[in-house]
């Protein structure tokens, strides 16, 4: 986690994500979804120094100012110049081929350093967040609700669950780190969360010694229990519990894992 802000229902996404500028600096490369593509928004996270990559609806007016090589066109949004992505992207299972459009918004306005292809495939990734959301809610929580019943309590508690996730994000990439070529991605939370949970109930380790060990008990039992790297994802984010006990209605949410490829394809517009 680079930053975090919360607070009452009454507040937009927006405003939340404009708040978190303070987070961003030279360097970054932000990903964001179709909510996030505001022109004033942009440019506030623009000024910041860091580079953006944003989705924004296929169906939205940009005219261009100029074309790149690669297909992908400059345009204008209030001060930012940004490079503007149209790509077909198809993902093949056994199941067949399901495709969609993107259209991205990006401040790398050179396709030679940063390949359209490249951008289309490195958005995909952006659904990753949503596996923090997962470890925060289910696996930390188990699916509770917050104990505290005011404001002040609801806050406090907020921050001592990002304090823990985030305690358990660095010595897993501590881990990870130990390893040279070892992806991240493949440290698993849940066991990340155990380990750390029998170091509390045995209390080992709490007396610090005087050789400096960034891999720890945590990290060990991470780099024993590894995960097969990451699989593609093959289907648009939807709610796969029903908050009711009984069987939710619709179509019965398929669970099966298949192995997949995505073809990228870029759109260009007739001069």
Known sequence: MVGAVFGPAATG????????????????LLLGDRNFAAAALLNHWAATG?????RC?????????????????L??????TVRVIDAEVGIVTSRGTRTGHYRLLTTLTNPSTHPAGELVRLYHERWEIETAYAELKSTILGGRVLRARTPA??????????????ALRTA??????????????????????????????????IITGTVTDLVGAIGRHVLAHLLPARRIRTKDRIVKR??????????????????ATINITMLTSSP
């Open 172 to 205: 897993m990439t501590d881990a990870t780190d130990s390893v040279p070529g070892t992806d991240p991605d493949r440290a698993g939370f849940t066991t990340a969360l155990a380990a750390a949970r029998d170091q509390l109930v045995l209390a080992a380790g």
């Open 242 to 259: 029903a908050i009711s006990k009984y069987n939710a209605r619709g179509p019965t949410i398929d669970r099966t894992t298949y192995k």
């Open 75 to 80: 345009a204008r949004l209030g001060a930012l």
């Open 153 to 166: 309590g609801i806050e406090q508690e907020v921050w001592a669950l990002l304090v823990a996730y985030q």
């Open 50 to 54: 860091a580079d953006l990559l944003v």
């Open 13 to 28: 996404e927006l405003e939340y994500a404009r708040r978190l500028a303070v987070d961003l600096r030279a360097g970054m």
């Open 57 to 73: 609806k296929s169906g939205r007016s940009l005219p261009a100012v100029a074309r790149c090589r690669d297909g992908s066109t």
